[in-house]
């Protein structure tokens, strides 16, 4: 296992990692790889955050992490796992926190618990967004089973320092465990949404790419006049069994594209407009724009590569969609757009001449 080094909180460490064969060429992942932070502890690990690898060079991915201040002292594994032909592939490596001491340790434990204390607030919501919790020990193990989980949520667990062992242990500090329920619907799955961004597609995370094909996937049950809400009584999924399923499925699949490539678009809009003034230019992955007054002629064509790109491939998009949205609705059969015939009138009196 690798060490990287010692970090005090609020560090900032970069979590990379090299995938390529034997003879240095890198492999086709399923999806972007990720890192998961654990705390060693003297029995088990706890997971305490996961970072989504952006690649920066062909085989090479990598993001950067900032430890939190609510980490404490000890070790922490590094957990980087990614896919190759659905096979799941695991690499770890670790680094050491030490505390930071000041002179004056009483204003550090006022300033400290201040921060702790400003924390739960931030973590733990009015009661009308709380749900309520079966709590069980067993042995080492809290066993929390929540009354009601519901899709499309996001959830919070805080254990605060007050929980203590049988033998009287307590937490240094507050741990926070997030997690995200199911989504729903969902009719496409990131595999094919990869398919159509291609290059694209490791510029955004797995939850933005299953927040996109919800978010179609609701769309398309709102055109079809479908409850779109999971937890309503009267939610049901489509099946294959339906004649418009697999045109719903391709709306779906192109929907959440433009979705993902629009937030990209936006996304350099506003680097643009924050950025490109003060620093004469940006980077996003391994796309990088220098504005720069020395930049030539030939730079700056090449520079708008993305946006070119990003254009071109919305367009496309766009006709698919217009073309499953029609689907849906069996517009595009042959006979459906009939032409307006004209009606005639009858009993009509021509007038009298008015001829001397």
Same mark, same amino acid.
């Given at each position: ?172 500090? *507050? ?122 002629? *030939? ?58």
């Amino acid at each position: 296992m690798k060490f990287i080094g010692e970090y005090s909180k609020d560090s900032k460490i970069i979590l990379e990692i090299v995938i390529k064969n034997k003879n240095n060429q890198p492999l086709n992942l399923d999806l972007l790889p990720t890192a998961t932070i654990f705390y060693d502890s003297s029995d088990s690990k706890i997971m305490l955050s996961s970072v989504t690898l952006l690649s920066v060079e062909e085989g090479i991915y990598a993001n950067e992490f900032i430890i939190p201040n609510m980490f404490q002292k000890g070790r922490y594994i590094i957990e980087y796992s990614f896919a190759v032909n659905s096979q799941t592939y695991k690499k770890y490596s670790y680094f050491m926190l030490n505390d930071q001491e000041n002179d004056n340790e009483d204003s550090d434990t006022i300033l400290e618990n201040q921060e702790s204390i400003g924390k739960i607030i931030d973590y733990i919501l009015p009661p009308e967004f709380q749900i309520n919790a079966d709590i069980q020990v067993d042995q080492n193990k809290i066993i929390i089973t929540p009354e009601e989980v519901k899709s499309n949520y996001n959830y919070t667990v805080v254990l605060t320092k007050d929980i203590k062992s049988l033998s009287g242990y307590s937490l240094e500090t *507050d741990q926070v465990i997030e997690w995200t329920t199911e989504y729903q619907p969902l009719y496409v799955s990131p595999l094919e949404v990869r398919s159509v961004l291609k290059d694209l597609f490791k510029y955004f995370s797995i939850r933005e790419i299953y927040e996109s094909i919800r978010n179609a996937g609701q769309e398309a049950h709102q055109l079809l006049r479908m409850s779109a809400n999971p937890h309503s009584a009267d939610f049901e999924l489509l099946t294959d069994d339906d004649n418009n399923y697999y045109a719903v499925t391709r709306f779906v699949l192109y929907e959440s594209s433009s979705i993902l490539l629009n937030s990209l678009l936006i996304q350099l809009l506003n680097m643009r407009d924050s950025e490109l003034d003060n620093i004469g230019g940006f980077k996003l992955g391994d796309f990088e724009v220098d504005t720069s007054s020395n930049s030539s002629s *030939d730079n700056n064509e090449s520079n708008e590569s993305i946006d070119i790109m990003i254009q071109e491939l919305l367009s496309k998009i766009n006709g698919k969609i217009k073309f499953w949205k029609d689907a849906m609705f069996n517009r595009n059969a042959r006979g459906y757009a009939k032409p307006v015939q004209a009606v005639y009138k009858g009993g009509v009196v021509a007038p009298e001449s008015r001829d001397f």
